[in-house]
């Protein structure tokens, strides 16, 4: 399996739409901080508005962008209109058999045409903390084809609401947060974090191999010629592109799989703990705990009751 892949697979990306908003005059929707390992996501189809994040500079949406924050923080979308009117226009929400379609237009025609979703990740998932806290680009540019169809697609199936909708939907936003990592990874290469590491032509041999084969009792030096390095410059060449540790690293990836393994099969904790490279299974459910603040047991139970 290719890495990236693996990455994700191991994150358990599970992507929604919730909202198409269609709009006009003056609004402000407020986005509390999303509930922890949510990503949330906005597509600008038609017309403009402005990101509020953070006390930072606002960031301006306009037709074709895409916007991801990936750990859900509060911000404020924003319309740019003057309206005629003396009051704002009332919200008003309906279901359309596939998306809720929220709106304060009324009979007239909206300015600007907004879809709104979220990821879902896994805890602690390495591929969220190394993006960056805006992911932003456009789905209208020539050398991303393959997202500008993905989007095209959502906007057809969120109006049509056609059998099945919500389904394809679902299935076409999680597809939607691979289509943007690509295109962002293409657009502003990683310096420094796993997937530079990865990226890289001789370190990333080892990062394959921790991710292929957890169970190994890797060591340093096993590592290192997994990347044809001494020691000494494998040690210097990783921590020059990411502040964890390989066997930190390793660590990472394993308790990622072994929340993996405890949600989606019927595995006991012994077995899973082997499975990532632990003989015992006291000490792969102390460093579990350490990691997620719950022990396997519970984790699993909780994860199974959602």
């Not at 393994?261 to 019927?266: K, V, W, Y």
């Amino acid at each position: 399996m290719e890495a990236l892949d693996r990455l994700i697979q191991l994150s358990r990306l599970q992507g929604a739409l919730d909202l198409r908003c269609l709009l006009s005059g003056e609004w402000t929707l407020d986005h509390p901080p999303a509930p922890p390992s949510e990503a949330v996501y906005h597509v600008v189809l038609a017309g403009s508005c402005l990101l509020k994040f953070r006390g930072q500079a606002d960031v301006r949406l306009e037709t074709g962008d895409i916007v991801m924050l990936p750990r859900g923080d509060a911000h404020v979308l924003q319309g740019e209109e003057s309206s005629d009117q003396s009051v704002p226009r009332e919200m008003e929400s309906h279901y359309n058999g596939a998306v809720t379609v929220r709106t304060n237009c009324g009979p007239n025609a909206a300015s600007l045409d907004l879809l709104c979703g979220k990821f879902n990740y896994a805890a602690n998932a390495l591929l969220i903390d190394v993006l960056p806290d805006i992911v932003k680009m456009s789905f209208e540019r020539d050398d991303v084809p393959d997202l500008t169809r993905m989007v095209g697609m959502m906007r057809r199936e969120s109006s049509e609401a056609g059998p099945g909708a919500h389904s394809i939907i679902s299935a076409f936003s999680t597809a939607l947060f691979t289509m943007l990592l690509r295109a962002h990874l293409a657009q502003q290469p990683s310096k420094a974090d796993v997937l530079a590491l990865l990226a890289h032509p001789r370190l990333g041999s080892s990062v394959i191999a921790m991710l292929e084969r957890p169970a190994e009792k890797w060591t340093i030096e096993m590592l290192a010629q997994q990347s044809a390095m001494s020691r000494a410059t494998y040690a210097r060449a990783f921590g020059a592109l990411t502040e964890d540790s390989p066997m930190t690293l390793l660590t990472r990836i394993r308790m990622q799989l072994a929340g993996m393994l405890l949600t989606r099969t019927a595995k006991s904790i012994a077995e899973i703990a082997d499975d990532v490279g632990y003989q015992s299974e006291s000490a792969f459910s102390k460093k579990f705990k350490d990691t997620y603040g719950v022990g396997p047991g519970a984790y699993r139970q909780a994860r199974a009751g959602g």
